[in-house]
């Protein structure tokens, strides 16, 4: 199993990003996507998560209204769109396949490799 995360890097108070996540080794279409993100000096915590079909989206209120997770099965990929950055969005960025619990919390079963978005002037 790979889940290959790109599209991090340095961007202004304000901007806008966006992580891609692919994932290869397993049914993609038969797992939640999710994203999680670890900053400095802090616990790793969930940040977005959308289920198999896309018809549930899940969102940590510290992102709610500025990020936005999506996937495309056909690609067997996996996105989240963050605009209006902050510098407190700062973080490793870490894409995850995995189950969702009943009350919507999202369980890894898989990570993949962290992207870094510095969020900076």
């Known amino acids: 199993v790979q889940l290959q995360a790109s599209g991090g890097g340095l961007v202004q108070p304000g901007g806008s990003l966006r992580l891609s996540c692919v994932g290869s080794g397993f049914t993609f279409d038969r797992f939640a996507m999710a994203w999680f993100r670890q900053a400095p000096g802090k616990e790793r915590e969930f940040a977005a998560g959308i289920n198999w079909n896309s018809a549930s989206t899940y969102y940590a209120d510290s992102v709610k209204g500025r990020f936005t997770v999506s996937r495309d099965n056909a690609k067997n990929t996996a996105y989240l769109q963050m605009n209006n950055l902050k510098p407190e969005d700062t973080a490793v960025y870490y894409c995850?396949?995995?189950?969702?619990?009943?009350?919507?919390?999202?369980?890894?079963?898989?990570w993949g490799q962290g992207t870094l978005v510095t969020v900076s002037s």
């Open positions: 995850i396949a995995g189950g969702i619990r009943k009350g919507g919390e999202i369980v890894p079963t898989w």
